[in-house]
């Protein structure tokens, strides 16, 4: 008798937990029964929705991702009276990584992609009474497709700092890997998930409901057509950033990017995505006091808005309205009077706000990107301008030259896409503006972190920090 497991317990190394560890042993990580026997319809979407609730694990289970990401891009500030590492390990001081603050972002990824594994390594067995082949390949192609975005989201916490990349031997130690060398990786599993949703046909279902995340939020991903709209999404979005990934950027990574992000948005020309469909998109669903789908991560009375963020907005910039006033919060050197409408903690639905995946105001705005950098002027703001104009402000001018073009955009992405994800950090460390001389301290000692260190954990198992220097393969 065959046993297919969805194994909680990914992490790359073992050892024994403590409250500020990121490493789980897997004797006391969580696991879902096994279950036992052929797999059935019924195990695939057991496995399959576990697979998706690992991925959501991995963005609200710590401070790091929505929290962390915003404080470093300097959008946001958490000040706590009883915890100072949220401030002084971000933007006072470097980062501790045997410390929740400093290196969390790591653990749950790994949960994640190691249940995207088990799942992917169980499918051909299937029988077809059970599944048939179209619904195999539909199912592969989501679940490839979300394992990918771990691997992408693991990155933007990290950047050149690597990630490790799993290998089939859950007790195996592998290479801290580079930036270059995971991001092509991904592209891999993208490209594997597209030809599986491509084979299975455009019409074909999911064999199990998703989440409202992939159906509640003008598109549904429970069909093929729709998933591979998410997926050329997603993979328009790491060819920009390997088209500039330094010291070598991919050639023909941005006309690459373009193709892609065009696929995504149904063929739409530049300029042509109306405003209405913005907030389409695939989206992770939060339920307030819950247990297994906890809460919005973001609505605290500890965050606040960085006051730089507030006065760096353009006049007449209806995204002003994400803003409000609130009580002074200050402490560890810094200090506001604002925060954002969806951190305030007494508007109560603000606790079960969705937060997006990927969206297609945020595809436009990455295709106005792919364009600038492919010295596309006209195209790119034609999808810039497509955005900015929803919100109140006058269209640009075809940028005269590449280092215009990229401050329109990074002011366009940073109001869209505020405290949607590491986005707004992703493009300052692109293109070196989050570094003195550039980017205004928050004190005497800012270090202009930009990334989270790779944890304790994984440097002890390695021999040492030392060991943790990044391999291109």
């Not at 297919?4 to 969580?30: G, K, M, Q, Y």
């Not at 819950?290 to 500890?302: D, F, H, K, Q, V």
């Not at 990455?366 to 010295?375: I, K, S, V």
């Amino acid at each position: 008798m065959k046993k297919f497991t969805l194994p909680l317990t990914a992490t790359l190394v073992l050892a024994s937990a403590c409250i500020d560890s990121t490493i789980v042993s897997p004797e006391n990580a969580a696991t879902v029964d096994a279950l036992a026997g052929a797999l059935t319809r019924g195990g695939v979407t057991t496995l399959a929705l576990g697979v998706l609730a690992a991925d959501r694990a991995f963005v609200r289970g710590d401070f790091t991702y929505y929290q962390g990401t915003a404080i470093l891009a300097r959008d946001a500030y958490r000040i706590e009276a009883t915890e100072s590492r949220y401030v002084v390990e971000t933007l006072t001081g470097p980062a501790d990584p045997g410390s929740f603050a400093g290196s969390g972002g790591w653990t749950n990824g790994y949960v994640a992609a190691r249940a995207a594994n088990s799942l992917l390594e169980a499918l051909p067995a299937v029988d077809v009474q059970q599944l048939s082949v179209a619904e195999r390949n539909v199912t592969a192609g989501l679940v490839q497709t979300i394992k990918a975005l771990d691997y992408y989201r693991l990155l933007e916490l990290r950047d050149t700092l690597g990630v490790a990349i799993q290998t089939k031997d859950a007790a195996e130690v592998p290479p801290i890997s580079c930036k270059a060398t995971v991001l092509t990786y991904i592209v891999g599993q993208l490209d594997s998930a597209n030809a599986a949703l491509t084979a299975a046909g455009a019409t074909t279902k999911l064999p199990f409901a998703p989440p409202t995340g992939l159906t509640a939020f003008g598109r549904s991903y429970q069909t093929a057509d729709n998933l591979i709209k998410l997926n050329r999404g997603l993979r328009g979005k790491v060819s920009v950033y390997r088209g500039l990934q330094r010291p070598t950027p991919v050639a023909g990574a941005f006309t690459d990017a373009i193709a892609n992000l065009t696929q995504a948005l149904g063929g739409a020309a530049p300029g042509a995505v109306p405003a209405s469909t913005f907030g389409s998109g695939a989206f992770v669903t939060f339920v307030a006091g819950g247990t297994e789908n906890a809460p919005n991560p973001i609505p605290l009375a500890s965050v606040g808005a960085n006051p730089k963020a507030v006065a760096a907005l353009q006049a007449g910039d209806t995204r002003a309205s994400k803003f409000v006033t609130r009580s002074n919060l200050s402490g560890n050197g810094v200090a506001t009077t604002m925060t954002f409408v969806f951190a305030t903690t007494s508007n109560a639905a603000n606790q079960s706000r969705p937060l997006p995946i990927l969206r297609d105001e945020e595809v436009v705005l990455l295709r106005a990107q792919a364009y600038f950098e492919a010295g596309q002027f006209a195209n790119g703001a034609a999808d810039l301008n497509s955005v900015r104009t929803t919100y109140g402000l006058a269209a640009i001018p075809v940028p005269a030259d590449l280092a215009t073009a990229r401050a329109a955009l990074l002011y366009e992405k940073r109001y869209s896409l505020l405290f949607e994800g590491p986005q707004r950090l992703v493009d300052l460390r692109a293109y070196g503006q989050l570094k003195a001389g550039i980017t205004t301290p928050e004190g005497p000692t800012d270090p202009f972190n930009t990334a989270f260190p790779i944890p304790k954990g994984e440097g002890d198992a390695r021999g040492g920090r030392d060991k943790l220097t990044p391999v291109c393969s």
